[in-house]
């Protein structure tokens, strides 16, 4: 698990590119709708740098989780990422293969020609993390001395990725074949297999193992790459974007109806308490698409509700691919990104999912609040834990980061408990030498959204968008 969540991590720095693609091309497509830059030298040049980013996703991947999967993150790690990604998409490549077999091109076998993907760019990626991990330290005799430590890393990663190019060889075109049916059945299968894919998507968020699912459908690894066919503007109108536009519903309207109803719910002493965390986590699922803040506010205190939450979301990928209502997003499913996709030529009556989404916001109100009440479930402002009130200091900027982190850092046992520190986009990703010394209490109480153990030793804590200041703050103590 500790293994997956760090993956996880991972991919989160090349998929922070994505909102960079979707804004230059959103722009563009906004500039020349009709055209698609034919008509407009600047949507042109606009939608040819998006199209630079999403085009080479897999390539990103490969780098990123170079980086992310190595100990320090050294840039070696990147470039020996680079250097599996060229050696396995070179050797694989449908010519390569041809020669290999002495046979004509046309004769390959058609996965060999989608080996430019997402998976051989995480395991590119994994490859060259362990490779650093193991070889970066290492020293040759001196006659080989040159070579010895992080040179020696790209050599070690070319090596194995010959390893790798092999079983891939043997094993790629069988698990394409089987990606590809499986999202066929998924395409088969409309708008029930949309919903199918919402509400596996939520579900697997607290094991990090959603990316894995959505390279299937979001991505160009069995032939639906939902986003970039999006933003490219090709595909078929009202079906491409399927995938995505559900979300717009469910991120901008319906968890900002869950925080209202669980603000409504809590205790009147703790209201003002939850009244901030969950103001700011509603703006920032609203505006920009991230959830985490809120869903992890209830995840693990109120897991029916989360249940709940992956359900609805299903339903609305369901009713958006049903009426062929359709947008899409380059990061998620914020206004940002929804604004954007209004120009798009191939979105479908995206206005829709606003009309839809003010439903999701009532829906979510009024059951949310029911189940609480009904069930007593704790969610934040509801705990047994009555703790005392006191006078919080009024402080700003930087200074309120660095009482955050502080506390935090308190909570998780300080000095002699913390051995590593981390974040993603939302969340620090702490290592700690024995669990039973964390005080969860006393991180709470700080104000976070959520906590979540993930093994024996491994802790995060949901802090929200600022979580790099708080992060940055942490590694000052702890350092």
Same mark, same amino acid.
């Given at each position: 698990?500790?293994?997956?969540?760090?993956?996880?991590?991972?991919l989160m720095l090349p998929v922070a590119v994505l909102p960079v693609a979707a804004i230059l091309m =959103? %722009?563009?497509?906004? %500039?020349?709708?009709?055209?698609?830059?034919?008509?407009?030298?600047?949507?042109?040049?606009?939608?040819?740098?998006?199209?630079?980013v999403l085009d080479n996703i897999a390539i990103l991947f490969a780098v990123g989780v170079g980086i992310g999967m190595a100990k320090g993150r050294d840039g070696a790690a990147a470039l020996s990422a680079l250097v599996g990604w060229l050696v396995i998409t070179t050797l694989l490549s449908a010519d390569s293969v041809a020669l290999f077999k002495g046979v004509d091109p046309g004769?390959?076998?058609?996965?060999?020609?989608?080996?430019?993907?997402?998976?051989?760019?995480?395991?590119?990626g994994l490859v060259a993390g362990a490779m650093y991990n193991r070889f970066s330290d290492v020293q040759l005799p001196d006659a080989l001395a040159f070579f010895s430590g992080r040179r020696l890393v790209p050599i070690m990663t070319a090596v194995s990725m010959l390893f790798v190019s092999l079983?891939?060889?043997? /094993?790629?075109?069988?698990?394409?074949?089987?990606?590809?049916?499986?999202?066929?059945?998924?395409?088969? /299968?409309?708008?029930?297999?949309?919903?199918?894919?919402?509400?596996?998507?939520?579900?697997?968020?607290?094991? =990090?193992?959603?990316?894995?699912?959505?390279?299937?459908?979001?991505?160009d690894l069995a032939g639906i790459n939902d986003i970039a066919n999006f933003w490219?503007?090709?595909?078929?109108?009202?079906?491409?974007?399927?995938?995505?536009?559900?979300?717009?519903? /469910?991120?901008?309207?319906?968890l900002p109806g869950a925080a209202l109803a669980m603000y409504h719910t809590a205790k009147t002493k703790r209201r003002k308490q939850a009244a901030s965390l969950m103001m700011a986590a509603a703006f920032a699922s609203f505006f920009t698409g991230v959830t985490e803040p809120i869903e992890f506010s209830f995840m693990f205190l109120a897991p029916l509700l989360y249940v709940v939450h992956a359900l609805l979301t299903g339903i609305s990928l369901a009713v958006a691919g049903f009426f062929g209502w359709t947008a899409?997003?380059? *990061?998620?499913?914020? *206004?940002?990104?929804? *604004?954007?996709? *209004?120009?798009?030529?191939?979105?479908?009556?995206?206005?829709m999912l606003a009309v839809q989404g003010l439903f999701f916001f009532v829906i979510y109100y009024f059951l949310f609040r029911f189940l609480i009440l009904k069930f007593n479930l704790k969610t934040p402002g509801r705990e047994d834990e009555e703790e005392a009130d006191s006078e919080e200091e009024v402080v700003s900027g930087k200074e309120r980061f660095a009482i955050m982190a502080r506390d935090i850092y308190a909570g998780l046992g300080g000095a002699d408990n913390v051995t590593s520190i981390d974040n993603c986009?939302?969340?620090?990703?702490?290592?700690?030498?024995?669990?039973?010394?964390?005080?969860?209490?006393?991180?709470?109480?700080?104000?976070?959204? =959520? /906590?979540?153990?993930?093994?024996?030793?491994? %802790?995060?804590?949901?802090?929200g968008t600022s979580v790099q200041f708080v992060a940055d703050e942490m590694h000052k103590i702890h350092d």
């Open positions: 698990m500790r293994y997956v969540q760090r993956i996880g991590r991972s =959103g %722009i563009g497509y906004w %500039i020349d709708p009709s055209g698609w830059g034919e008509g407009n030298i600047v949507a042109a040049f606009l939608i040819k740098a998006g199209s630079a004769e390959v076998n058609i996965a060999f020609g989608a080996i430019e993907n997402v998976l051989v760019g995480i395991t590119s079983i891939f060889y043997f /094993i790629w075109p069988p698990v394409y074949n089987a990606l590809v049916s499986f999202g066929e059945f998924m395409s088969d /299968i409309s708008y029930i297999g949309a919903g199918m894919y919402g509400f596996f998507n939520r579900l697997l968020i607290p094991t =990090g193992l959603h990316h894995a699912l959505n390279q299937v459908f979001w991505f490219s503007s090709t595909g078929e109108k009202g079906v491409t974007g399927m995938y995505q536009a559900g979300f717009f519903p /469910i991120m901008m309207f319906g899409g997003f380059g *990061f998620s499913a914020g *206004f940002i990104d929804y *604004f954007l996709s *209004f120009r798009i030529p191939i979105a479908n009556m995206p206005y986009v939302t969340r620090l990703r702490i290592e700690v030498e024995d669990m039973d010394k964390v005080d969860q209490d006393k991180i709470k109480a700080t104000g976070v959204p =959520g /906590i979540n153990v993930v093994g024996s030793n491994s %802790i995060q804590v949901v802090v």
